[in-house]
């Protein structure tokens, strides 16, 4: 089952739309955009060329051969219709130390199909944790998404998103006073945690800005 909704329908209307891609977007919109923890999400959120994509799988090697399939996809779709995909997997790997291990497999799946130096394979995780910093720490959540993510993104994007933004290295740190600024129950007011409950949708398409629709999909 396939539907299409705007932006605006995700936000108000959480249950007619796939739960998971709504809590995506909701921490993309409060979070990511909300706080400027990345400069460049803005753009293509309101231009709809983010893809969402969520697997229910628990497996791991469900999950390569779903990003095998995706990284693919973005290589051959026109940035200006599909700019970056957030795959979503929130019944697997849900302990960090298992997904950051699970991140090597990844990156040799871009590496298999000749993709690197175009595309690349981010990552977020609702326990991240920097090396050498507490659970608790605050400045963790610059990379906690609701769910376990990849981020799939084209290197010519970040290219010329840093052109724009030349001193990009000062937003780690500017990011991370912002945080501390706020302290962990700012960041806990801001409401971007998990909200799904079971998923019975086979898919959705969801519009990433108020006109452009980004395709969203259930697996």
């Known amino acids: 089952m396939t539907s299409s ?7 108000t209307l959480p249950h007619s739309v796939d739960p998971y891609i709504y809590d995506t977007v909701r921490w993309l919109e409060r ?9 460049f999400a803005k753009a293509v959120h309101v231009k709809g060329q983010i893809h ?8 791991t090697q469900d999950v390569l ?10 290589a051959n779709m026109p940035s200006e219709v599909r700019d970056t995909t957030l795959l979503v997997i929130p019944h697997c790997l849900q302990d960090f130390l298992d997904f950051n291990d699970f991140l090597g497999e990844a990156e040799e799946v871009l590496c298999a199909l000749g993709l690197e130096g175009t595309l690349q394979v981010a990552s977020f995780h609702p326990q991240f ?3 050498g910093t507490d659970m608790d720490d605050v400045t963790n959540c610059t990379n906690r998404s609701p769910y376990p993510m990849l981020h799939l993104l084209r290197e010519a994007s ?23 600024e706020m302290g962990m129950a700012g960041w806990q007011s801001l409401d971007v945690g998990p909200h799904a409950g079971e998923v019975d949708k086979a898919a959705v398409n969801i519009a990433g800005g108020s ?5 969203g999909t259930v697996l």
Do not use: H, K, S
């Open 52 to 59: 969402y994509v969520v697997t229910l799988t628990t497996a």
């Open 31 to 39: 979070a990511v955009i909300g706080l400027n923890l990345c400069p």
């Open 5 to 11: 909704v705007t932006a605006a329908d995700a936000a």
């Open 211 to 215: 006109n452009e629709p980004a395709q």
């Open 129 to 131: 944790q920097f090396a």
């Open 65 to 74: 051969d779903l990003l095998r399939v995706e990284l693919a996809a973005l």
């Open 158 to 180: 970040i290219d010329r998103a840093v052109a724009v933004f030349p001193e990009a290295e000062a937003i780690f740190e500017r990011n991370m006073e912002v945080l501390e």
